[in-house]
């Protein structure tokens, strides 16, 4: 199923990553929320009539990723067996909530009873009317995902059903008695979140195949009274375009998906090298590279930096140990970037282990994509290389012969980017960049032929002609 949803979010994204957000925000996170986190009756009433739209409000102005600082408050009334959600401060102000100023609904993570928990809050009815005791405030565009509202959301005493709690893992009686099927309240935290860990979206495939196909027919410079040779044929541009990179977190982001462990999926270097090796044309918005760029930017945001997601892989329950870890985090990062490259690798050999290696043809076929195997290989080595010469696992030498075997692939497999970009299966019209060959509607200069005369020269006439003074 996860890999299903995962597959659908890659073919909106590679149309519009905006759109793609913002259905993750509505059916990935709100819906997450519910789905996850509520019983089969609050499914059933709350996320599949699909009658309305939600958000996932979890970030507050002074607490983001540590979900267990929050400060916004849920009281229990036993008298009308309802909840007071209220924001008791300005830090507890919940921010950068996407669909804030459409949606319904928002699943809100509220400090009660043991722990954070997990609230449906009507924000608006359906006729588009704050719900009383809501406030929204638009925080207007980020730097990319301009189709994605994002808002602030303020509760001022706001009452909600009892049945509103989410109780997957804890729900209140009538009488106020809380309960939870697990009774660790660090496991109950664990488990919470781990059901709501969202998957990442990313676009390098879209760059790659914009890159490739630019740099496969775009000449510049050669040998004094030759041709100019394709960018393409230039040393640094094939380093660069790192199409080996791509086809490894695409296996390993599927892999990753079955396991619901996202912090796998890094895709910011595949996106800024192409990107910044396609001179001037490479920044016009029409080819829809800085687009994509900043909307994959933003989603840093989300969860946090690559940084913070290998942390969160690796710590798990160890916050009693806050001292000693921070004093070690330089190696832990280390250590969890050393198990996604294994586990990346492994997913790459798996691609092709599963096929049918008796198959001449099949192994001719594939045998650009084994090259890449190697070649995504080498490059992790190499791209590791001090941590290696300064524990005495490589030599000078063999530093040396690496940086060669590296240059050597590259330019084994500069010829076939165009087959490895085809075999993404990317349709023309999500790729809409003329610096790929693809017409882009907003763009009538890339593909239409100038005026006979330019407009500045053309005769106009002064008949009627008035200036007003203001």
Request: include cysteine; proline fraction near 4%; aromatic fraction near 10%.
């Amino acid at each position: 199923m996860i890999c299903l949803c995962l597959a659908k979010r890659e073919i909106i994204c590679s149309a519009d990553m905006a759109t793609g957000v913002k259905l993750g925000v509505v059916c990935g996170l709100y819906g997450g929320a519910v789905n996850n986190l509520g019983s089969p009756e609050q499914k059933m009433k709350r996320y599949l009539p699909l009658q309305f739209t939600g958000m996932f409000a979890m970030t507050e102005r002074g607490h983001g990723s540590n979900v267990r600082g929050i400060i916004t408050e849920a009281r229990y009334d036993q008298s009308t067996q309802e909840f007071i959600i209220h924001t008791p401060s300005e830090d507890a102000q919940k921010m950068y909530i996407g669909n804030a100023m459409k949606g319904n609904y928002a699943a809100v993570f509220k400090m009660s009873f043991s722990g954070p928990h997990c609230f449906i809050v009507p924000i608006r009815d359906q006729n588009g009317f704050m719900w009383p005791g809501v406030t929204t405030i638009d925080m207007k565009h980020k730097q990319g995902l301009h189709g994605v509202d994002n808002g602030i959301l303020i509760f001022n005493n706001v009452r909600i059903p009892r049945g509103n709690l989410l109780r997957e893992f804890g729900s209140v009686s009538a009488d106020g008695l809380y309960s939870s099927p697990v009774l660790s309240k660090s496991s109950r935290f664990n488990a919470m979140l781990a059901a709501l860990t969202p998957t990442r979206p990313f676009t390098h495939c879209v760059f790659s195949t914009a890159g490739a196909r630019h740099c496969s027919t775009r000449r510049q410079f050669g040998p004094k009274d030759q041709d100019e040779v394709k960018i393409i044929q230039h040393q640094m541009q094939y380093l660069r375009l790192m199409l080996a990179a791509a086809l490894a977190l695409t296996f390993t982001t599927r892999y990753a998906a079955g396991l619901v462990d996202d912090a796998l999926c890094q895709g910011q270097d595949l996106q800024s090298n192409p990107y910044s090796t396609w001179e001037n044309i490479g920044f016009m918005m029409e080819n829809r590279i800085p687009s994509l760029k900043c909307d994959s930017d933003v989603f840093v945001t989300f969860v946090g930096d690559n940084m913070a997601m290998l942390q969160v892989f690796i710590k798990k329950n160890k916050d009693e140990f806050f001292m000693a870890w921070n004093a070690c985090l330089h190696h832990v990062n280390t250590l969890a970037m050393a198990h996604r490259h294994r586990v990346t690798l492994e997913q790459f050999a798996l691609a092709f282990a599963l096929s049918c290696v008796t198959n001449v043809s099949f192994l001719l076929h594939i045998f650009p994509f084994l090259v890449q195997f190697c070649l995504h290989g080498t490059r992790m080595v190499y791209q590791e290389r001090a941590w290696y010469l300064e524990n005495n696992y490589m030599t000078l030498n063999t530093s040396r012969q690496i940086r060669s075997q590296l240059l050597e692939l590259c330019r084994s497999v500069k010829g076939d980017v165009l087959k490895v970009v085809d075999d993404f299966n990317i349709p023309s019209c999500c790729i809409q960049a003329p610096i790929a060959g693809v017409a882009c509607p907003r763009t009538e200069w890339a593909f239409n032929p100038l005026p006979q005369y330019p407009s500045s020269t053309q005769p106009h006439s002064t008949k009627n002609l008035s200036v007003k003074v203001l």
